[in-house]
């Protein structure tokens, strides 16, 4: 197996946690051990939460030690590492989407664990350009570690890209929920799976945006209900009509703030915005919108199929039992 290989394991893994992560990056991390064994296959998974890096080595001292008892504290894992590794991982070799941190923010370096740990060589797809983060390599380089640049880079970058674009003001995308045959109206589609991770990253977006014919015509809520009630995403009614009936759930939903207009500009204020609707809205997305995150059943319907001129390139599939879904790059 050669570098592109691992790296790519690590990329796989990362795009499962796109968005929730927000607003830190998605990143992958895989562990071999000396003599090339893969160890762990990690990723971020939550922002405050123990990074790839921290997660892959901890799964990889567990293999190697079943008898290791970790805290389940996170922010208490980097320290029991530090302490408590015996060498274990002497030698052995990291492949990691973006550079390893080289701060104290809210997790301590990831850079200095992979140091202490003893690991020979770190193989980086992206570099961290970022003022904060960035350094890790030079500080992997002065322990004599080797040090590769460049694996998969541009796939690395796709990975990074929505984390780049919300850093520099707003990332926006646009969900939908589809048929095997390209259904995408009238009434439920996908399974409680499919339905439970767009219900994660509601949580996480800071801005929903749908048309306000759809709104009027399915009564949406547009909460977090299947994910115990988490925290509801504000709500951006796109519309020239300015009177909706208030009995639609969606504006009984509390602690939200619910903006109605017809100026699309306002979205871009926002860092993170999901876009939700059907065909209308894919054929009219205003330029920003860049991406696309389509939630397919196995399953065909006897409706009529969407309808659309859009060019997209595919990213990343993901199957969920009879479900999957895949993420597009819209194409200009």
Known sequence: MNDDFYMNLAINEAWKYQILTYPNPAVGCVILDKNGKILSIEAHKQAGKA??????????????N??????????????????HHNNLLKNSKAYVTLEPCSHYGK??????????????????GYEDKSDLAKGGANLLKEANINVKFGILKDRCFELLEPFLMWQRGNFSFLKLGMSINGVVSGGIITNLDSRKMVHKLREKI?????????????????????????????IFIYSKKQNFDK??????????????????K??????????????????????????????????FMNRKAINADVKIQKL???????NFYIWYKIKS
Do not use: W
């Open 206 to 234: 800071d801005l929903l945006v749908i048309g306000g014919n759809t709104v009027r015509v399915d009564r949406p809520t547009l909460d977090t209900r299947l994910i115990n009630n988490g925290k509801n995403p504000d």
């Open 51 to 64: 990074h790839a890096e921290v997660n892959a080595v901890k799964k990889a001292l567990q293999v190697l």
């Open 247 to 264: 009995s639609i759930p969606l504006f009984g939903v509390e602690n939200r703030k619910v903006t109605i207009s017809n100026d699309i």
């Open 266 to 299: 306002l979205i871009k204020n926002y860092k993170l915005c999901m876009f939700e609707g059907g065909e209308n809205l894919l054929n009219n997305l205003p330029n920003f919108v860049s991406h696309i995150l389509i939630f397919s059943s196995t399953s």
């Open 66 to 83: 079943p008898n290791l008892i970790f805290p389940k504290e996170d922010d208490k894992i980097y320290e029991f590492i530090i302490k």
């Open 107 to 124: 997790t301590p370096p990831c850079a200095n664990l992979l140091k202490e740990i003893g690991i020979s060589e770190v193989v980086i």
């Open 316 to 322: 990343f599939s993901f199957d969920m039992k009879d």
